[in-house]
Nanobody
Framework: QVHPVESGGGLVQPGGSLRLSCTASGTINGLTLMGWYRQAPGKQRELVAALTSGATNYADSVKGRFTISRDNAKNTVYLQMNSLKPEDTAVYYC??????????WGQGTQVTVSS
């Protein structure tokens, strides 16, 4: 079993920055995707950024502001968020995908952008 745990959320003013971390315990073999998603109130969960073995993908709304990165030795994926906007307010979830079919979600961390 893989158990991702997010940290780093909080309240930040518009234009500010936050760094989210997600670390998965357990032995991980066959990792095919590490990603960040978010869900705002009344909206569907959406992809923010994802890393696969061959590509990095970002939602258009965060390109140039957010950066996803990973530390394989620590089973950790990061999301650096800069120039935050009120519309970035959401619960942020990380996801690990094993062997293209087993999806493991974290419990989520709240990010609130407000003055």
């Amino acid at each position: 079993q893989v158990h991702p745990v997010e940290s780093g959320g909080g309240l930040v003013q518009p234009g500010g920055s936050l760094r989210l971390s997600c670390t998965a315990s357990g032995t991980i073999n066959g990792l095919t995707l590490m990603g960040w998603y978010r869900q705002a109130p009344g909206k569907q969960r959406e992809l923010v950024a994802a890393l696969t073995s061959g590509a990095t993908n970002y939602a258009d709304s965060v390109k140039g502001r957010f950066t996803i990165s990973r530390d394989n030795a620590k089973n950790t994926v990061y999301l650096q968020m800069n120039s935050l906007k009120p519309e970035d307010t959401a619960v942020y979830y990380c996801k690990f995908v094993i062997n293209d079919y087993a999806h493991y979600w974290g419990q989520g961390t709240q990010v609130t952008v407000s003055s």
